[in-house]
């Protein structure tokens, strides 16, 4: 019987990773915005789960500012999270958001957004009622945020500038 585990990326792992996102989503884009998150350092979070040696999933939490009343504050987003296909429905996605959320609160984190399906994203605490004051160009139900402290309720989400790049692409 083979185990799953998580651990944080490294290095070694980026062609592993380029190819889990591609086969998860089918399209360059993801791993194209990975590369150039974890390039421009912005990457706050990336981890990958191993089957048998080889990385079957991927997720990644990169720096996020909300902007109010003149402050910037640290939050994190989401994106990507990916699971090579045949492995769809194994709850490694799950696995490696449950991980990742106990790592950024370990961190100091309290605030995390995610652009994505509330039906899947509600399971992890993730709501549109805490993301709906947010100002965003990606505002509608699938933004969804998680807080875990003390974190704004409102301001202008700012991305790391690889979001618009990739989304121009």
């Known amino acids: 019987m083979s185990m799953m585990s998580i651990r944080a990326a490294t290095p070694r792992d980026r062609e592993a990773i380029r190819l889990v996102e591609e086969h998860a989503f089918g399209q360059q884009a993801e791993a194209g915005l990975v590369d150039a998150l974890v390039t421009g350092g912005d990457a706050v979070a990336e981890l990958v789960a191993e089957e048998d040696g080889q990385v079957v999933g991927h997720i990644l939490f990169s720096r996020l500012f909300v902007q109010s009343g003149g402050k910037n ?6 994106a990507p999270l990916a699971v090579e296909p045949s492995f769809h429905g194994s709850g490694i996605g799950g696995a490696l958001i449950r991980e990742a959320h106990i790592r950024l609160k370990d961190a100091g984190e309290t605030l995390a957004v995610v652009l994505g399906d509330p039906a899947y994203y509600s399971r992890f605490g993730y709501s549109h ?3 709906e004051k947010f100002e965003s160009e990606y505002q509608s139900e699938a933004l969804q945020a998680l807080a875990w402290g003390d974190a704004p309720e409102a301001g ?6 690889a979001f618009g790049s990739a989304l121009a692409a």
């Open 129 to 131: 009622a805490r993301a």
């Open 73 to 78: 504050f640290p939050a994190v987003a989401l």
């Open 156 to 161: 202008r989400l700012v991305y790391a500038s």
